[in-house]
């Protein structure tokens, strides 16, 4: 299993309705595709007045993140109307082989 993980940086002022675009958005895609075994999204205080937003998704190959995420696997996946949330998105994504997991 991979974890893929991806993080922005939103103004307090828009990060409730990021959410609600991140989960419309990538969420929903990712989800949809065989191979996403699931989902989880943090949020933390990253002070001046900033969210940070991490969103990691669980895949069960590189077939299926590029699936997702095309052939630059390593490429950030962003979506029309983010710009309107104001984030700082990363434009590169980090992903890790899964060792262990426990719910």
Known sequence: MLA???KCLCPRET???FLDHLRAT???EAGALPGCLGRQILRRDAGSGMVEFTLLTYWESA???RAFAGDDPGRAVLYPGDEAFRIRP???VRHYEVLESKP
């Open 63 to 65: 077939e299926a993140v």
């Open 90 to 92: 990363e434009t590169s």
């Open 26 to 28: 990538g969420v929903a």
């Open 4 to 6: 893929r993980e991806w």
């Open 15 to 17: 990060a409730d309705g």
